[in-house]
């Protein structure tokens, strides 16, 4: 199955870290946000992707090559972001009549998406929230889908698009996308996704839904500590740290070369390759690679890779190459 990934997003709620990583490529429980994607779409047996590429584009498709040697892997560069579906049509010179999925590129998800091969429908994840009025929303009648609205100024439905779709006909979504930007219908200045859909509900293409078992946001420093706490606590420790007089406390994530001497680390740390502690308490942190802390204690935190951190207690967000002692 072939899939778009739109990841053209300049992450701007997660910087500085985002100055120098695309936000796809941001770690999170020891893997790249991207790479928890794909991992769950090859539930749906995709062998094909396009990534929609913007800012540092280059570095997430060449990542995608290398760590996905059996997945097919093409891009599209979006220019100006003027909307999911302007976004995906970007891919239509790859689309052909099979079924397409689209997942946007840092939406994280557990779904059995192997329920889709083989789908005639078109299909929507979604999931209920409490502010509808910050999503597409699905708008039921019995088990059919009736409407569909992106950001709804006033209740209709508290059943969110997540960000995860199926089309039966990738060439048919394509038609879909062009004839919104040919009548030129905009929510909110751009072409969305959701009204391209809205126009295949009104001419009678069938369209259901797939609940999901948990979506996690990784659009801010705060929630991405949050979704990093939820999946160490669902997939468990990993890793073996050198341990010199110091204790690990359960769930955490240990790229090779972690060194740690007279601390006391987690629960929920995860770290890049080469992360030293020295004499420190570390707790719910995202380390970057060859970062390195120093007679600290610290909780809530995120640092880009080959930061160095001495001093005491504090609370920080630091991007790449950054220095701090406190």
């Given at each position: 199955m072939h899939c778009i990934i739109p990841a053209a997003g300049r992450g701007t709620r997660m910087r500085p870290l985002t100055w120098s990583i695309p936000k796809p490529l941001i770690p999170v429980a020891g893997r790249p946000v991207l790479a928890h994607v794909i991992d769950s779409l090859l539930e749906a047996d995709v062998d094909h992707i396009t990534l929609i590429v913007g800012y540092l584009g280059d570095s997430i498709v060449s990542w995608a090559r290398t760590a996905y040697p059996d997945i097919k892997?093409?891009?599209?560069?979006?220019?100006?972001?003027?909307?999911?579906?302007?976004?995906?049509?970007?891919?239509?010179?790859?689309?052909?009549?099979?079924?397409?999925?689209?997942?946007?590129?840092?939406?994280?998800?557990?779904?059995?998406?192997s329920?889709?091969?083989?789908?005639?429908?078109?299909?929507?994840?979604?999931?209920?929230?409490?502010?509808?009025?910050?999503?597409?929303?699905?708008?039921?009648?019995?088990?059919?889908?009736?409407?569909?609205?992106?950001?709804?100024?006033?209740?209709?439905?508290?059943?969110?698009?997540?960000?995860v779709y199926y089309f039966a006909s990738g060439r048919k979504l394509m038609e879909y996308c062009k004839e919104l930007k040919k009548k030129d219908i905009k929510t909110r200045g751009e072409y969305q996704l959701t009204d391209a859909m809205q126009l295949m509900l009104k001419n009678g293409e069938p369209f259901g839904i797939l609940d999901i078992d948990g979506w996690y946001d990784c659009g801010k420093p705060e929630t991405l500590l949050?979704?990093?706490?939820?999946?160490?606590?669902?997939?468990?420790?990993?890793?073996?740290?050198?341990?010199?007089?110091?204790?690990?406390?359960?769930?955490?994530?240990?790229?090779?070369?972690?060194?740690?001497?007279?601390?006391?680390?987690?629960?929920?740390?995860?770290?890049?390759?080469?992360?030293?502690?020295?004499?420190?308490?570390?707790?719910?942190?995202?380390?970057?690679?060859?970062?390195?802390?120093?007679?600290?204690?610290?909780?809530?935190?995120?640092?880009?890779?080959?930061?160095?951190?001495?001093?005491?207690?504090?609370?920080m967000y630091t991007g790449d190459d950054s220095v701090a002692e406190i």
């Open positions: 892997v093409d891009f599209a560069i979006q220019e100006k972001p003027d909307g999911l579906a302007s976004a995906v049509l970007l891919a239509e010179q790859y689309v052909n009549d099979g079924s397409l999925m689209i997942v946007l590129g840092d939406t994280l998800f557990s779904a059995d998406l329920v889709l091969k083989g789908e005639t429908r078109n299909m929507i994840v979604t999931s209920p929230v409490e502010d509808p009025s910050r999503f597409g929303v699905v708008v039921m009648e019995g088990s059919g889908v009736v409407e569909l609205v992106e950001k709804p100024s006033e209740f209709i439905s508290n059943l969110a698009i997540v960000g949050e979704t990093n706490r939820e999946l160490l606590d669902r997939n468990g420790s990993s890793g073996s740290p050198v341990l010199e007089n110091s204790v690990v406390i359960d769930p955490c994530f240990f790229s090779e070369g972690t060194v740690i001497r007279n601390s006391v680390v987690g629960p929920w740390f995860s770290g890049g390759t080469g992360v030293l502690i020295e004499n420190s308490r570390i707790s719910n942190t995202i380390a970057g690679a060859d970062s390195e802390f120093k007679h600290v204690m610290l909780t809530e935190t995120v640092t880009g890779e080959r930061s160095i951190v001495h001093g005491s207690f504090s609370k």
